[in-house]
């Protein structure tokens, strides 16, 4: 055996040592000492029993339950409703793409696409949306998760 070869030895062991010493620090700090979950822990804002955030999700469900959907995705966080026209005014129908981009409550974790139309000549015609309406729509979706997370903490 070389001198080289011999001063290496202690430092493997040495690590070696050092690297159990660190793995046992981290099993005891992972148990956490028995201590049960607060309710603080178990409504955290990354909920993901489905493929998205659950509060997002149900958030989003709630503010479009008013309109028919077409299509729901958990695991992919898309909800697609079919076209709704408001009973006071029939001659203009909306449409909505709600997108949930993240696993976190966040709020650029939602994005909302909405469609308008309206009939001329009993023809639907495609008009535009204004801003402020899709940006109302992700403030309430956005206010119903936080409301839902904050009950689950109650």
């Known amino acids: 055996m070389t001198a080289s070869m011999t001063k290496r030895t202690p430092n493997f062991r040495t690590l070696g040592r050092v690297g159990l010493v660190a793995m046992a620090a981290l099993a005891l700090v992972s148990c956490g000492g028995g201590k049960k979950a607060s309710k603080a822990q178990l409504a955290a804002s990354r ?63 939602l994005r909302v696409a909405a469609s308008r139309q309206v009939s ?6 495609d008009a535009p949306v204004q801003a402020a309406t899709v940006q109302k729509l992700e403030d309430v979706i956005l206010t119903k998760a936080r409301d839902l997370r904050n009950s689950a903490v109650k």
């Not at 997002?56 to 026209?85: C, H, K």
């Not at 001329?120 to 015609?125: E, L």
Request: charged residues 15%.
């Open 47 to 109: 909920v993901t029993t489905i493929g998205v955030n659950s509060y997002l999700w149900r958030a989003s469900l709630e503010a479009l339950s008013f309109m028919p959907l077409l299509q729901t995705d958990s695991n992919g966080g898309v909800i697609v409703t079919d076209w709704y026209a408001n009973p006071n005014n029939p001659g203009e129908r909306m449409k909505v793409t709600v997108t949930i981009l993240d696993q976190d409550l966040r709020a650029d974790a």
């Open 120 to 125: 001329q000549n009993g023809v639907w015609q």
